[in-house]
């Protein structure tokens, strides 16, 4: 008898991903089903992919957990950096596919499979990260689109996968969702339509409280250390303790608008209560604690991080390079946040740091200086305006 081929299915539970399981197997590959989670899939979740893996054909499942290295290899970094795409977007799912198709790619080479299968469409972003990370990290593996190049619609996966006995509540719903840890992304509804906003029932996360409270963030070296004086060696644990928190008042709402990979523009809304918490309070804390160039220079750097992870770029040499720089950078960035919490919204109140470059005792800003004498201040500033005098001296019909 003919060897099968052997085919890894990145398998989320999904309607494309459950037709590619089934049609693959039909067609006598040996399907591998794979979940990579990076922490937005409950116990119930895997235990029901599993079960509907098998029945469609499967000849195994296996749940890929790499939630701990998604956070020691990306999330760190993005904290380190306070990366937001376009100021506003925690690039939740962008990172996510990135580490998913990483764990999918070693899987393949492990069994020593043949091909790899996805459930990209071919109109969006994520077929570019799949591709790309098994094209470096599975050369010479197949990969196999069924959705895309088929161009099928929902309705021919969803008779397919009915005409064979696979019967499951796969009807287009008016929002999509993606869970992550570092948030959930919403699309469909009114997020068609760039005039419109979400209404309250589109999100999953609906507010629970309407009092006010203060949360306290302790970060060591800019990693979080304790939430409200609850220290966390699991900094995966630490973001959701700051996500329950939030999620409660519907911190982290927003609508991101942006380019794509391939070049159109793209929208999504998203609640992500946790990145937003910390990456603020992060924020804050490194005004307290760097210098001027350090801060300049690690935005900078910080926002082409983003942008390489966002962009399918995380396998490019420079990475390292970037958070190398970033760790660097986070020697002195020690001490306690304190925020105030209320519906939809928050404050940060103030820093508590023993790294705190404000307690100088060079001055008090706008109150006395130690440092200096008020002649040596006037000098300062004579020499500040050397190049201007000259350059208005010779040129004095250009004065403003």
């Not at 029901?48 to 957990?65: I, K, P």
């Not at 006995?165 to 869970?179: I, M, P, Q, R, T």
């Not at 190398?324 to 519906?343: D, E, F």
Request: some cysteine; aromatic content about 10%.
């Amino acid at each position: 008898m003919e060897n099968k081929k052997k085919v890894v299915v990145a398998y989320s539970g999904g309607l494309d991903t459950s037709y590619t399981v089934m049609r693959l197997a039909h067609e006598g590959y040996e399907a591998y089903a794979a979940c990579a989670d990076t922490g937005g899939f409950s116990a119930e979740q895997l235990q029901r992919n599993e079960a509907n893996a098998l029945r469609l054909g499967a000849v195994s499942y296996v749940t890929l957990d790499v939630t701990q290295e998604y956070y020691a290899k990306s999330l760190k970094y993005m904290i380190f950096g306070n990366v937001l795409r376009n100021n506003c977007y925690p690039i939740s799912v962008s990172s996510e596919r990135i580490f998913q198709a990483i764990a999918i790619a070693r899987y393949a080479r492990e069994i020593g499979a043949d091909a790899i299968a996805h459930g990209s469409t071919g109109a969006g972003n994520d077929q570019i990260r799949f591709d790309m990370t098994f094209l470096v990290m599975a050369p010479g593996v197949e990969i196999i689109t069924l959705t895309r190049d088929q161009a099928l619609t929902r309705q021919e996966e969803v008779d397919y996968l009915n005409c064979h006995g696979f019967e499951a509540d796969f009807k287009k719903l008016k929002y999509s969702y993606n869970v992550g840890l570092w948030g959930t992304s919403i699309c469909g509804g009114e997020i068609l339509d760039p005039a419109q906003g979400l209404p309250e029932e589109a999100y999953l996360k609906q507010v629970t409280r309407q009092d006010e409270s203060e949360l306290r963030i302790t970060f060591e070296r800019g990693e979080i250390a304790a939430v409200n004086g609850e220290k966390f060696t699991d900094k995966v644990q630490a973001i959701r303790r700051i996500e329950q928190i939030g999620a409660a008042y519907g911190i982290g709402r927003d609508c991101n608008v942006g380019d794509t990979i391939i070049g159109i523009k793209g929208r999504v809304a998203f609640e992500a209560a946790a990145p937003k918490l910390i990456i603020e309070a992060h924020r804050l804390l490194e005004k307290h604690t760097l210098s001027k160039w350090q801060q300049y220079w690690k935005d900078q750097v910080g926002n082409w991080y983003g942008m390489f992870l966002h962009e399918s770029q995380y396998l490019e040499p420079v990475m390292p390079d970037i958070e190398a720089m970033l760790t660097s950078s986070q020697r002195n960035v020690s001490g306690t946040v304190i925020i105030r919490l209320r519906p939809k919204g928050f404050e940060l109140v103030g820093v508590d740091s023993a790294q705190d470059l404000l307690k100088s005792k060079l001055g008090e800003y706008g109150e006395m200086q130690r440092g200096w004498t008020a002649d040596e201040a006037k000098g300062f500033i004579k020499l500040l305006s050397t190049p201007l005098r000259v350059y208005y001296g010779i040129h004095p019909d250009e004065e403003r």
